[in-house]
């Protein structure tokens, strides 16, 4: 059971609920609403929203009223429902974000038509992303003998353009500590006021030093031709942690697990790369966020991040005018086999990233083409209110396992296609999880190189440009190629046909998987036919599992 408590100023009724699938209508949605009569006795009634956008009542309700309290000063609605009702006008309220409505008015409502009022003209709304159900896991305190230190952008003055990626490196000598071993085991964001819609996301890189290299510092936009040889090769997707906008507290590591600094073998520089989204070109922001590590002594297990999903590049393609359309990216076998020195590690934490189409993100893992776990069902996800998501239950990924990364969008207000890329007008479909004990993978990513050749080559125009932001109408060797849908008007013809490549199998191998070890080392590994899930999950929930396990003592698996 959940129970809501609701107060608003003044006399009246009250309505809450959670939206469905299209958050910007009432269609789908399950809403409640409590009054008073005029003889003062308390009504609570359970509603829902039709596809033709009426608010109609349930068959069934499903609403314990607890307590309606009303004066001419407030009034205040509590009521309890289940998570799951097994009712087709209900919504499963599920770990995740949602989208909650808040409604209310200063008249009686109708008794026999109460939920008429979620449309009325004198209605006062109010919509709020919230997390319902917070986690159960009891969450580990930062230890009184912690100390911390904090990785800043000093006063960066931000590009008036809308997308810039800003890399800021660190030395990790300069903290007086971290000559011997420690574990930093909690991480704040420091956002500055009034700079949450400039600040998109920013990611932590552990960099090792070239040899020879003189190069302390620096602190310029990222992917620029006279980078650092440290800085470029850093491992542009892989990293420690990652910050989204919309998260806010602070990330701890589970009791026993660090992130290790000190150590001979670790980590010489941290490079934090902010994502920084500055959609009116001004030129008068000046940005000093950054994040706060707190760390202790060496706990019993190094941490990890591994980044996987799609590649970013414009292999992803989204057709304009669509409801749902899922892209997938593939942690293939040939990456995990990859894992060293262990071979098998545990999923504490996951971090579902994407940008403004993405409506949903789902991570499942696959045993010999079986589905075994889904890792995390974000069903509701959004751009602006991104978080780590602590799994319930520790989910063991073994070499040889592949992890499958879905992304659906919602491309109904775009008028041309939207392709992978890193500005906020493009598309991601990434997920960073958390992890333990550390192993060499930092990146798994696959991405559909037949689509190049045989779709985009037939249907959009090349653009050539470079890391400098310079293009050019033909081909130059110095230059990328990227493809240009601007213009381009999709039929239905062009998004069954991208679909077909997207989903059905072909006589060439279709996936190039990208695999990154430590500072950015890239693994050499050719293309693969579509990994194949032969049985599906038939369970579905976050961290859900195939198997009833036999309950185990986690084991240290270093030599196994």
Known sequence: MVTFDVTVKGKGWIG?????????????????????????????????GTKDARVISDEHNDLQLVGFKSSKRFTRLTLRRKLATSDKDDIDIKKGVRKVIFAWGANIPDAHRPCKQFLGNNTHIRFKRL???????????????????????????????????????????????FKSPHHIIAIQPLIQKRKFHIVHHMVLHSCFAKPNETNAVFSKPCFRENMPASVHDCGMLGGIYAWGIGMSKIFRFPKNVGY???????????????????????????????????????RKYDAGMITVGANINDNMIIPPGMDKWTVRGVCTKDCTQKMRPRKRIKLFATLPHAHATVTRI???????????????????FNMNHQRFHMLEKEVEV????????????????????????????????????????????????????????????????????NCAGGSRAEEDTSYWRFSNWTGVEWTKSMKDELHKFYNENHPRPLVLPECRG??????????VYRP?????????????SLYKKKKEVWKDPGKN
């Open 398 to 465: 073994k070499e040889g396992d592949e992890i499958f990364n879905y992304c659906t969008s919602r491309t109904l207000d775009r008028k041309y296609a939207t392709v992978g890329g890193m500005g906020s007008s493009k598309e991601m479909c990434l997920n960073a999880m958390m992890y333990y004990p550390k192993i060499d993978v930092e990146t798994c990513l696959s991405s559909e190189i037949v689509v190049q050749p045989v779709f985009t080559a037939k249907y959009a125009r090349p653009v050539f440009a």
């Open 260 to 298: 290790p600094v000190g150590l001979n073998d670790s980590s010489q520089y941290f490079l934090l790369q902010a994502h920084f989204n500055n959609e009116q070109l001004q030129s008068d922001i000046i940005d000093s966020s950054g994040l706060r590590f707190y760390y202790t002594k060496p």
């Open 16 to 48: 809450l609920g959670i939206l469905g699938d299209d958050t910007r209508t009432l269609k789908g949605a399950d809403l409640w609403i409590g009054w008073k009569d005029k003889q003062g006795n308390a009504h609570l009634k359970d509603c829902h």
């Open 131 to 177: 997390m319902i159900v917070q986690r159960t896991k009891k969450i580990p305190q930062i230890p009184s003998d912690a100390k911390y230190f904090d990785v800043m952008h000093r006063k960066v003055r931000v590009p008036a353009q809308k997308t810039t990626y800003w890399c800021t490196k660190f030395r990790l000598s300069d903290v007086p500590d």
């Open 518 to 527: 430590k500072s950015g080392v890239k693994y050499d590994l050719p293309p």
């Open 532 to 544: 194949i899930i032969k049985q599906k999950l038939k369970k579905k929930g976050i961290n859900s």
């Open 362 to 380: 789902r991570t499942t893992l696959v045993r010999n083409g079986v589905e075994v776990n889904e890792i995390i069902d974000a069903d509701n």
